[in-house]
């Protein structure tokens, strides 16, 4: 017979149970009791303000996230993992057709509001322009994601071409610069906001042969640290991401629409994707208001340094 069946068992049990709670609190000495008032609310109270910090990362539904270079690679991608928030998207690139069709896709499957424009970000005219253009309720920008950038050519610099440098301080410094110039002053007027640089580790170690390119990438580590700087006293978080090898279109434009070579760069490894990057870039501006993700360094495992990779031979 089971003690639920049995009244008997069962009140001898209620009564050792009792008598054991009731010996339990005599034992406790006047310490235990102190501690244990002392101890209780603390943890009470800390675990209210975990509970609470939790329910305070930033939410972007419904927030304008900008992203610039989202015709491919990382851009589209972030575009992408934004809007599964449920944040409108604003895009822009240089090949018109990409981003039309990316903005129809987002809205199509995941409700939001995008809006694609197409603008080259090295002129700094037509940044002000499309940016000061813009419809009204596209205009209050909650993150920059500045994505648009290049590497032209893999060359000594006694041998590089001098308009591969020009493209590449231009895009990649230039229209960071212009870009940001352009955005943050409404964030300042509306205290809110997040600028995401996408910087490389290129912008920390160099590499035989990329020199200019990594120049420009160590320029927007520069840039993000000292904007931090320039924003302190304000609500405005700056987040410099960096990746190692990700497979986009990168090296195809770097060897300029050489695929086969631009394919020997990923040859026996496992690059980032896109979707990785993408996925930092969402963590770093959903983190609550007050932490600021400074910088996010990415590699496969298949890299230790930018020249530094293990391939599994075929
Ligand atoms: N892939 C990597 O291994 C890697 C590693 C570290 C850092 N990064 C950085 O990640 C960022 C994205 O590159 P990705 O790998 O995604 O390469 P990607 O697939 O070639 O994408 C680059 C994007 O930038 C846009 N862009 C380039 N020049 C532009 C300009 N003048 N004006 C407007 N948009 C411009 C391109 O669009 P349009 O051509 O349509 O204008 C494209 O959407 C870059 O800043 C790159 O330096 C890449």
Same mark, same amino acid.
């Given at each position: 017979m089971s003690l639920r069946d049995n009244p008997c068992q069962r009140y001898h049990f209620v009564i050792d149970g009792s008598r054991w709670i009731v010996e339990a609190i005599f034992r406790l000495s006047l310490k235990d009791w102190f501690v244990a008032t002392l101890i209780?609310?603390?943890?009470?109270?800390?675990?209210?303000?975990?509970?609470?910090? *939790?329910? &305070?990362? @930033? +939410?972007? !539904?419904?927030?304008?996230?900008?992203?610039?270079?989202?015709?491919? #690679?990382?851009?589209?991608?972030?575009?992408?993992?934004?809007?599964?928030?449920?944040?409108h998207i604003l895009i822009c690139a240089r090949r018109d057709d990409k981003i039309q069709t990316l903005a129809k896709e987002l809205g199509s499957s995941y409700?939001?509001?995008?809006?694609?424009?197409t603008l080259d970000v090295r002129n700094q005219k037509e940044v002000e322009n499309c940016l000061s253009g813009l419809p009204d309720e596209w205009k209050c920008i909650s993150v920059l994601v500045n994505n648009a950038g290049l590497s032209r050519g893999l060359d000594?610099?006694?041998?590089?071409?001098?308009?591969?440098?020009? *493209?590449? &301080?231009? @895009? +990649?410094? !230039?229209?960071?610069?212009?870009?940001?110039?352009?955005?943050?002053? #409404?964030?300042i007027a509306r205290n809110e906001g997040h600028v995401i640089n996408i910087g490389s580790v290129a912008g920390h170690w160099t590499y035989p042969k990329g020199n200019v390119y990594a120049a420009t990438k160590f320029a927007v580590n520069a840039l993000s640290q000292g904007l931090k700087m320039d924003l302190l006293g304000t609500p405005i978080r700056v987040?410099?991401?960096?990746?190692?090898?990700?497979?986009?279109?990168?090296?195809?434009?770097?060897?300029?629409?050489?695929?086969?070579?631009?394919?020997?760069?990923?040859?026996?490894?496992?690059?980032?994707?896109?979707?990785?990057?993408?996925?930092?870039?969402?963590?770093?501006?959903?983190r609550p208001a007050h932490v600021n993700v400074n910088n996010i360094v990415l590699m496969t495992t298949d890299q230790s340094a930018p020249t530094m990779v293990h391939r599994k031979s075929s």
């Open positions: 209780a609310p603390l943890l009470a109270m800390t675990h209210t303000k975990l509970l609470s910090r *939790e329910s &305070i990362m @930033t +939410n972007l !539904k419904e927030k304008i996230v900008f992203v610039t270079g989202a015709s491919s #690679g990382i851009g589209r991608s972030t575009a992408v993992q934004f809007a599964k928030l449920g944040a409700g939001v509001k995008a809006h694609a424009f000594n610099l006694q041998d590089a071409k001098i308009e591969d440098w020009d *493209e590449m &301080i231009d @895009t +990649n410094v !230039k229209g960071v610069l212009y870009i940001t110039r352009a955005v943050l002053p #409404g964030m987040t410099s991401i960096d990746p190692g090898l990700v497979e986009t279109e990168f090296s195809v434009v770097r060897f300029r629409g050489d695929s086969e070579r631009a394919q020997k760069v990923y040859e026996g490894l496992s690059p980032l994707t896109p979707d990785d990057i993408a996925e930092s870039i969402v963590w770093a501006a959903t």
